[in-house]
Nanobody, 126 residues
């Protein structure tokens, strides 16, 4: 499973970006899909996830109300809409996927995810 993350860039504080995660040569609908980020000098941290069949979403506290994860099965993509961006959101963002038999599987630990994209850099200037 190859994942392709895109959509990163430079944005001013308060601005918005939408990241996209696509699977090359396959579908994502049977996978839980998540986003993680890693800032310089810090560990990779969980950001958001959407469960199989879009039943559930989950966000880390620091992005609740600002970020929204969604899935487009027709396009075979999962997007992360990021609003009201803050300088502390600056990081390399990675999408990840894990096959899921349950619509309520909500893995948040990095080691629970099987497939990873290459990362896309988000820089938020103050």
């Amino acid at each position: 499973v190859q994942l392709q993350a895109s959509g990163g860039g430079l944005v001013q504080a308060g601005g918005s970006l939408t990241l996209s995660c696509a699977r090359n040569g396959g579908i994502l609908s049977n996978y839980a899909v998540g986003w993680f980020r890693q800032a310089p000098g810090k560990e990779r941290e969980f950001v958001a996830l959407i469960s199989r069949s879009n039943v559930l979403t989950y966000y880390t506290d620091s992005v609740k109300g600002r970020f929204a994860i969604s899935r487009d099965n027709a396009k075979n993509t999962v997007s992360l809409r990021m609003d009201s961006l803050k300088p502390e959101d600056t990081a390399v963002y990675y999408c990840a996927a894990v096959p899921s038999a349950s619509t309520r599987y909500l893995p948040r630990a990095a080691e629970e995810w099987r497939y990873w994209g290459q990362g896309t850099l988000v820089t938020v200037s103050s």
